[in-house]
């Protein structure tokens, strides 16, 4: 009896050396222990890359985290929500070569692997075992902002492997964050980013090069791999008011081209103060049938904190006679391009545009936008409205008319930069009122020309306008044509589908021709009552 006993006690003690086989269900072999250092830039984007954090495919209690920052409140906030999840976790005042402090705190705590990473870089949620996987001892993984060049790749990779066209694991000079380091490596507690730990006098001119150089004395390799998605990054090299609109514009355009964006559960996302950029006052034109449109773009105003008032349109679908008998369509008038008289929508658009005019003048509106509200923003849309005003006013520019989008119509043409501004351009021949701004002297002309006593589609009078228009019988019915109208490039706003794409709707595309009856008793009625009832428009 007791050599069976003294038998089972070898065995069970036998599970508690190396190479015995795991309890069921414990995991601890499969998921070494991790250390996190995580570096905050910036208190504004802790939501966001928190999230990922928070939503990393990795066991919180083989997960030791380290956050150095100098924003303690929120972060204290956060952690009293998750510390008792990780198996460590603690805040540090940064040093001046955190990097450094990053490597001592994984060796202190006699991680398997260190991941340092910072708050600029928004993880997937397998970036971790997708690097461990590639069992190497100093790798990184290849993240980039969605919608521009920028990389933690740059001066490391070409543009094959930027855009993806080209997948694979690249042996590089030195890499940035986010970066795996395999700590259990037998050369691996030779690598440093403290140059006064490296015997040689080098002339590193970072600890990321001081990295690059221990890793060359010890022959490990680092690689930089992009052979599947592992996040975005933020350029955080940059001014605080920037980067809040470089913020805001990522989460815009995550949102509106259908990506995941990933919060806290703790911190709620940074949300931009609503401004109007420098202008008096921005309209949003929606019909009061399009709630749908109404919500999708406040929602998208309210992102990229564009202060807004909406302004209901002049629906072409529900014209009657009250509304039509102010209008005279300009005779003869055909659609350049097909050739037909104009649309019921085409009117409403017009009388929208032409209540706004009205509404600028009579309160004395010095500069204004108009947005419609079937419209994406375009990457840098707000610092792109910040500052071309800044130089109209630093330039003191005389304008009138500004396309903030548009579609050029003459590509004979040339445009030009105006000298001395960043983005304001000279236009020609041009359609589209998706978005543009307009001083009051602009609108007052666009009003003394009388455009309801002779209408035409409005894609046609604003070039007129501006005389630029290639129709010279239409031109000659409005012979002042003085308008002062520019373009910037690149453009603020697009259509939000193009005709063919899925979702496309147009309400002026989709409306009915104006019939000849229709057509007849405008001519007949406006000019006899346009003077009397314009005070109503």
């Not at 990321?208 to 975005?232: C, H, Q, R, T």
Request: proline share 4%; glycine share 4%.
């Amino acid at each position: 009896m007791r050599s069976i006993t003294l038998l089972l006690l070898i065995v069970n003690v036998g599970y508690c050396f190396f190479g015995s086989t795991p309890d069921e269900g414990d995991y601890r072999h499969l998921y070494p222990e991790l250390c996190i250092a995580y570096n905050v830039n910036f208190e504004e984007i802790l939501s966001y890359s928190l999230g990922w954090l928070e939503n990393l495919k990795y066991p919180k209690d083989r997960t030791k985290v380290l956050i150095l920052t100098d924003v303690k409140d929120t972060i204290n906030e956060w952690m009293s929500e998750y510390k008792s999840l990780y198996s460590y976790l603690t805040v540090e005042t940064k040093d001046a070569n955190y990097l450094e402090q990053s490597l001592k705190f994984g060796r202190r705590l006699k991680c398997s692997y260190l991941l340092l990473t910072t708050s600029d870089i928004f993880l997937a949620e397998n970036s971790v075992r997708d690097l461990m996987a590639l069992k190497q001892v100093v790798v990184s993984g290849l993240v980039k902002d969605p919608f521009s060049l920028h990389s933690n790749g740059k001066g490391l990779v070409d543009i094959v492997h930027l855009s993806g066209e080209k997948l694979e694991m690249l042996r590089v000079y030195y890499a940035n964050s986010p970066l795996l380091i395999n700590l259990k490596h037998k050369d691996a507690s030779y690598l440093t980013f403290d140059e006064q730990n490296v015997r040689d006098n080098i002339e590193a001119k970072s600890p990321v090069e001081v990295f690059a150089y221990s890793a060359y004395n010890m022959d490990i390799p680092i690689f930089l791999d992009n052979s599947v998605f592992y996040g975005y990054i933020i350029d955080s090299r940059m001014t605080r008011i920037q980067l809040l609109q470089k913020l805001a514009s990522f989460n815009y355009q995550m949102w509106i081209n259908n990506n995941q964006v990933v919060y806290s559960n703790v911190i709620p996302p940074w949300q931009p103060v609503e401004h109007t950029y420098g202008f008096d006052k921005i309209y949003v034109i929606n019909l009061k049938r399009r709630p749908e449109r109404k919500k999708r773009i406040q929602k998208s105003l309210a992102m990229l904190g564009i202060e807004h008032d909406v302004f209901e349109a002049v629906d072409g679908m529900s014209l009657d006679e009250g509304t039509m008998k102010h209008v005279t369509i300009l005779p003869g008038y055909l659609d350049p391009f097909h050739k037909r008289p104009l649309k019921k929508g085409e009117i409403g658009c017009f009388l929208s545009h032409y209540r706004i005019w009205k509404d600028i003048v009579d309160n004395g509106y010095e500069r204004v936008i108009v947005f419609e509200d079937d419209i994406k923003f375009s990457e840098n849309a707000t610092t792109i409205l910040r500052e071309f005003m800044e130089d109209i006013i630093k330039r003191q520019t005389e304008w009138d008319f500004v396309y903030l989008g548009r579609k050029k119509n003459d590509a004979k043409n040339q445009e030009y930069y105006v000298p001395g501004h960043r983005y304001l351009s000279t236009v020609t021949y041009s359609y589209w009122t998706l978005g543009y701004a307009l001083s009051r002297s602009g609108a007052q002309k666009l009003l003394d020309s009388k455009p309801l006593e002779k209408m035409i589609a409005l894609d046609e009078y604003l070039p007129i306008m501006y005389d630029n228009h290639p129709n010279q019988e239409w031109k000659n019915h409005f012979p002042v044509r003085d308008l002062k109208a520019f373009t910037v490039y690149p453009l603020v706003v697009h259509p939000d589908k193009y005709l063919h794409e899925a979702g496309y709707l147009s309400d002026t595309e989709n409306s009915t021709v104006i019939s000849s009856n229709e057509s007849h008793n405008t001519g007949a009625l406006g000019l006899n009552l346009h003077h009397q009832a314009k005070s109503e428009l």
